[in-house]
C-alpha cells in the first residue's frame, strides 16, 4: 500500500533521476510506486530508493503498469527524439483516457499530438501539465495557464533558449561562432548536438506551446518562421554591441498574428526586459494593454530544473496544500 500520492515515472535518464531525488528531498506525501525505462521497468516499494537496474523486469504495456500501482499521475521525462515518440504519445494517451493525469517534460508528442491529447483528457477527465517543457524552472506555462486570465495578453517575446542567448554575447564579444558553441557545450550550457538551439527551433517549439496555453492555439498547426544563428551573425552581434545594444534571438507570438511563431534575431536596446539577461539565463515578457507588460525571468536550464519544474506540477495536481494562504 502506497504511502503517498503514487505516480508512475517513464524515462530514467537525467531528468527522471533528478525527478526521483527530486520527490525524496521534498515530499513525503509522493510515492514513486513504479520507474519505466527503454525496455526494463521496475515496481518500488513504499519509502525505498528505486532498485538497481539489474534487478528490472520487462516492461509490460502501460495500462498494466498504472492500474497496478494504482497511480494517480504519469511523470514523462522521455527524450524529445524520433525514437521515442510513438511511445510517449501511447502512453500519455492510454493515462489521460484512464483518468490519470499526465506531467511531461517531452515535447514531440505535446507538439504534434496537443488536440488529440486535449480530448483523450476530456473523455478520462484528466488534465496535463507541461511546465517541463516550456522552459525548465522558469514558470512561463503557469503565467500561460493562470496567473495572465483575465489580463487580456495579446503577445508574447521570449529568450526561451538560454544556449543561443549565451552564443550572442560570445559572439558580441568577437568570439567565433564554433569556439561559442565549444564553450557553451564546455559549461554544460549547450547539447552535443546544438542545431535546435542555433536554428531557433527550441525557442520557437516553446513559445508554440505557451501560445497554445494562452489563446487555445492547436499547437500542433502553428507555423514557424525562424532565423538562424550562423558564422555571418559574428558581424551583427559586434555591430549591436557598437551601438550599446545587445543581439537577441526572439521568439514572439501575437493576436494580430494568428496561429504564427517567428524567431528572429533583434538588436534590442537597454530598457528592454531582453537586453539584460546574460546567457544562459531566460526571459518571456507578455504583453497585456490594460495590466501592462509582465515579465518572467531567470529559470534554471538543466536537469534538476526540469525535474523541480515536474514536480511542482504534480503537486498542485495533487492538490498537497494546507488551509488558508497555502
Request: hydrophobic fraction near 45%.
Amino acid at each position: 500500500m502506497s504511502l503517498g500520492v503514487p505516480l508512475v515515472l517513464s524515462g530514467f535518464g537525467p531528468v527522471g533521476q533528478a525527478f526521483v531525488d527530486s520527490v525524496f528531498e521534498q515530499d513525503p506525501l509522493l510515492q514513486v510506486a513504479a520507474v519505466r525505462g527503454h525496455s526494463a521497468e521496475v515496481f518500488v516499494a513504499p519509502g525505498s530508493a528505486v532498485p538497481e537496474r539489474a534487478s528490472w523486469a520487462p516492461v509490460r504495456p502501460i495500462e498494466e503498469t498504472l492500474a497496478r500501482t494504482n497511480a494517480a499521475v504519469l511523470v514523462q521525462a522521455l527524450p524529445s527524439t524520433p525514437g521515442a515518440h510513438a511511445r510517449a504519445l501511447h502512453e500519455a494517451l492510454a493515462a489521460l483516457r484512464g483518468g490519470v493525469d499526465v506531467v511531461t517534460a517531452t515535447k514531440s508528442h505535446i507538439l504534434s499530438h496537443w488536440r488529440e491529447l486535449e480530448r483523450a483528457a476530456e473523455v478520462g477527465g484528466s488534465r496535463i501539465r507541461i511546465s517541463g517543457a516550456t522552459g525548465a524552472a522558469l514558470p512561463t506555462a503557469d503565467m500561460a495557464r493562470v496567473a495572465l486570465r483575465g489580463m487580456g495578453c495579446s503577445a508574447v517575446r521570449a529568450c526561451p533558449n538560454g544556449t543561443s542567448t549565451f552564443i550572442l554575447d560570445e559572439l558580441s564579444a568577437g568570439i567565433g561562432l564554433e569556439d561559442a558553441v565549444l564553450e557553451a557545450q564546455r559549461r554544460g550550457i549547450a547539447e552535443a548536438d546544438p542545431s535546435a538551439d542555433l536554428s531557433g527551433k527550441d525557442a520557437a517549439t516553446k513559445v508554440r506551446l505557451i501560445a497554445g496555453l494562452l489563446w487555445n492555439w492547436d499547437v500542433s498547426a502553428i507555423a514557424v518562421e525562424t532565423e538562424p544563428i550562423e558564422a555571418s551573425t559574428s558581424a551583427s552581434a559586434l555591430a549591436a554591441a557598437q551601438q550599446g545594444r545587445r543581439l537577441r534571438a526572439v521568439a514572439s507570438a501575437s493576436l494580430s498574428r494568428p496561429m504564427v511563431v517567428t524567431v528572429q534575431l533583434e538588436a534590442v536596446a537597454p530598457g528592454d526586459p531582453l537586453f539584460s539577461i546574460n546567457g544562459p539565463e531566460k526571459a518571456m515578457v507578455f504583453s497585456c494593454p490594460e495590466a501592462g507588460d509582465i515579465t518572467v525571468q531567470g529559470g534554471r536550464s538543466s536537469p534538476k530544473g526540469a525535474a523541480l519544474a515536474m514536480l511542482k506540477d504534480v503537486l498542485n495536481l495533487a492538490g498537497l496544500s494546507r488551509p488558508g494562504f497555502h
